[in-house]
């Protein structure tokens, strides 16, 4: 099992930046590959960001592609997503998760396990 608490939501304007942070305990978190997920009122959940468990390599939805990156920091059990210039369109609950598969997917169906949600919204 793993735990993952997410937080750093919040209301901004148009072009504010936030960053979001994803708490991980339980089994070894470096096992995991570990991703970024958002859903919108009405909407299904969509893919946002990935990062390899090795930390190699990184993958991002196109709508965020330049302007929200992915870290993490496995001596911490921590995952980040830095998200700037944000629009309206990115107003969602947030979601961090994780998947133990061989390789990296960014359909939530993959994953194996999810955090509670951070709300984001933006104003125009």
């Known amino acids: 099992q793993v735990q993952l608490v997410e937080s750093g939501g919040g209301l901004v304007h148009t072009g504010d930046s936030l960053r979001l942070s994803c708490a991980a305990s339980g089994r070894t978190f470096s096992n995991y590959h570990m991703g970024w997920f958002r859903q919108a009122p009405g909407k299904e959940r969509e893919f946002v960001a990935a990062?390899?468990?090795?930390?190699?390599?990184?993958y991002y939805a196109d709508s965020v592609k330049g302007r929200f990156t992915i870290s993490r920091d496995n001596a911490k059990n921590m995952v980040f997503l830095q998200m700037n210039s944000l629009n309206p369109e990115d107003t969602a609950v947030y979601y961090c998760a994780a998947d133990q598969a061989t390789l990296v997917h960014t359909t939530p169906n993959f994953y194996d396990y999810w955090g509670q949600g951070t709300q984001v919204t933006v104003s125009s």
């Open positions: 990062f390899t468990r090795s930390g190699g390599r990184t």
